[in-house]
């Protein structure tokens, strides 16, 4: 594609992530006592620089003079620039290759440094101007060569001037110089650059603002490196998601905005005009009329286990997969449910709230290690699973029972039956899911199939334990103790009170479903998550979804992705490859699926194809979203 747009583009915090004589004060000063402190000065010379409050000249003087630089030092800098070049250029050289003849670079900085980053972008160093050092004989900065345009106060303005460059000219910087040659009105466009560091006095005074280069280019309908800038996919965070997805998604190039409280109906369709990404917690609600106000959502992100604030079929029927994190807390279950087993085997909660109130009772009847003992585990899924091994580690011999095929681990064996399990072990745990056949699973008959004296523990849900049938076998004897996690109904909130005939019991733990709750399950979660928003982002990817036809794909090779979202009507698909044999267009690989509800197809195809197919693509009948990655 044709250009003759002139680019004239900053280095330091715009090509470059940093500021080079910032890095260049770091490493001559490596090692001497006074370092930080003059780092820092050099820092807040090179800031008031930027935002205009001194001249380049007082900028340049200052900062050279507390630096004690050699050549050695710029040689050394020039390797480190070399590895902070900005992501977003390096990733469009073939751009900046192609258009070199058209790209020139302004800087206050020296072109000992600069000319070598230049090179390596395949720019051009006759279109680079940029200041030159003064050594001594020995090798040491001494100064600068004071006949440079770009040397004193307003340079990159006499620079352009004495430049008469023929063609619109768009500026490109991070800093106040940047803006001024718009403001001197030689340039048409000037374009604050945000990718490295923001300056709000340079934002607010921009044509426009640009998060990476390829928001450059997408505004100038140039071709990128990415389908679609990354920096304008919007994600909006709630309910204090923990830190590590922000850091994951900003890491990844979105525009990230985050807020600690939940929002209600009306304020999320408010915030939904330009979001593409949405993640919220278990208070935030997902509704049809929220789906209606985000025209541009892309994916829901479930920063917990359950998704049932969010209507799933209402996002898939609006093209929308929603992602949660099923398995992030299995661990902290299953430590969970060791540590109580053994609490009950010795009653230490028993003798412990005895003595609290100043009744010692030391004794070791009814007290029993878990070694040896037989544990039987009802839902082998992932969490039961998991409990057999860390439980075979300490000695216990394993049983379980699962109404699917399920694969022993390590030396556990399977019961054919509930009943079987339950008269055979010392410890019954229940990790069964909650499907509604489950409700009561564990009621008057079954606890009367339990070995005698044996302890039972429920951490999984409420409703498969009938409580009076429970509290029944406690107060009989039949079981010596429980463990309760998770109860038939559960008080909404912390200040609403815990009703339950099994307060107050002996040798009954009780806890307020907290199995899951821990700081490293949370972590797990917000890493969970994010990944597979960030996945679905750049691949189509969506495996894990709630609400959608699951697809695991392979990397991007060489090839244009077409993602295409529909209801689930006949025809779609045959719709979708007559286009594209109509326009001659090799397909590489193409994926399938459906639900009750909608259809996901990708199909890779050749980079060479029309513009005009995309446009039919999107309007194949019953489309609900479309899209092109690359
Ligand atoms: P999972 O789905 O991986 O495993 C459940 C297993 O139970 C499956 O293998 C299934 O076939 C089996 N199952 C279902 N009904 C059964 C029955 N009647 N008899 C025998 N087996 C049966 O689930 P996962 O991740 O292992 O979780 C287990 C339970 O733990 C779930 O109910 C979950 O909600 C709960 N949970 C509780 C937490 C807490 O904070 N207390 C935290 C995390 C999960």
């Excluded at 939904?272 to 106000?293: C, F």
């Excluded at 072990?425 to 009367?448: I, P």
Aim: positive net charge; glycine residues 8%; charged residues 25%.
């Amino acid at each position: 594609m044709k250009t003759d747009r002139i680019y004239v583009i900053d280095f330091d915090s715009t090509i470059i992530q940093v500021e080079a004589l910032d890095e260049l004060a770091a490493i001559a000063l490596k090692g001497s006592p006074d370092c930080d402190s003059i780092v820092k000065e050099i820092q807040s010379i090179t800031r008031r620089g930027m935002e205009g409050q001194i001249t380049i000249n007082e900028s340049l003087q200052e900062r050279l003079g507390l630096l004690r630089a050699t050549k050695k030092h710029i040689e050394a800098l020039t390797k480190v620039l070399k590895k902070k070049i900005t992501p977003s250029f390096r990733n469009n050289r073939a751009f900046l290759r192609k258009h070199a003849r058209n790209i020139y670079v302004f800087t206050s900085g020296f072109k000992e440094y600069v000319l070598p980053i230049i090179k390596e972008l395949g720019l051009r160093p006759e279109n680079t101007f940029a200041n030159t050092f003064e050594y001594d004989r020995k090798g040491n900065i001494v100064g600068f060569d004071l006949n440079n345009h770009l040397a004193h106060a307003r340079g990159k303005i006499s620079q352009l001037q004495a430049l008469k460059l023929k063609g619109k000219i768009c500026v490109i910087g991070d800093g106040y110089t940047d803006y001024e040659m718009k403001e001197s009105g030689l340039v048409d466009q000037f374009i604050a650059f945000t990718e490295n560091v923001y300056r709000e006095v340079v934002a607010q005074n921009a044509d426009y603002v640009a998060r990476s280069f390829d928001e450059v280019l997408y505004l100038h309908h140039q071709p990128m490196k990415l389908s679609y800038p990354k920096s304008k996919i919007k994600v909006l965070l709630l309910e204090g998601v923990h830190p590590c997805a922000i850091d994951a998604m900003r890491a990844e190039g979105l525009s990230v905005e985050t807020r600690s409280e939940a929002l209600d109906e009306k304020e999320l369709c408010q915030a939904m005009a330009d979001v593409s990404l949405l993640g919220i917690r278990s208070k935030t609600r997902v509704t049809e009329a929220v789906l209606k106000a985000a025209p541009k959502l892309m994916a829901v992100g479930a920063f917990c286990i359950g998704t049932e604030q969010v209507q799933g079929d209402a996002c898939a029927l609006h093209g929308v997969p929603v992602f949660n994190a099923p398995y992030s807390n299995t661990r902290s279950v299953v430590e969970l449910a060791l540590g109580e087993m053994i609490m009950l085997m010795r009653r230490i909660f028993e003798v412990s709230t005895g003595l609290h109130a100043g009744k010692w009772s030391k004794s070791a009847s009814g007290c029993f290690e878990l070694r040896g003992k037989k544990l039987g585990i009802v839902g082998y899924g992932n969490i039961g699973s998991q409990l057999s091994v860390l439980a075979e580690s300490l000695g216990m011999e394993v049983y379980y029972y699962d109404i699917v095929e399920r694969l022993a681990l390590g030396n556990a064996r399977k019961c054919r039956t509930l009943h079987e399990l339950l008269a055979l072990s010392d410890v019954v745990t229940l990790h069964v899911d909650g499907r509604g056949s489950n409700k009561n699973m564990m009621g008057e008959k079954e606890f009367g199939a339990v070995k005698k004296g044996a302890v039972f523990l429920n951490l999984s849900r409420g409703h498969v334990v009938s409580i009076p049938a429970l509290v029944h076998a406690l107060k009989a004897g039949q079981l010596a103790g429980a463990a309760v996690d998770v109860y038939p109904a559960e008080p909404l909130s912390n200040k609403e009170e815990f009703l339950s005939e099994l307060r107050g019991l002996p040798n009954v733990i009780l806890t307020p479903h907290i199995g899951g709750s821990t700081l490293e399950a949370q972590k797990n979660i917000g890493d969970y998550v994010a990944q597979r928003l960030i996945e679905y982002v750049n691949t189509g990817s969506s495996f894990g979804s709630v609400n959608f036809p699951n697809i695991q794909l392979p990397g991007l090779n060489k090839a244009h992705r077409l993602l295409h979202i529909h209801r689930n009507v006949p025809g779609i698909l045959a719709e979708i490859n007559s286009i594209l044999a109509k326009g001659k267009i090799n397909i590489l690989g193409q994926y399938l699926k459906t639900t009750e509800n909608i259809g996901y197809v990708i199909t890779d195809v050749n980079k060479e194809y029309s513009p005009q197919i995309i446009q039919e693509l999107k309007h194949v009948h019953d489309t609900i979203k479309f899209r092109v990655l690359y």
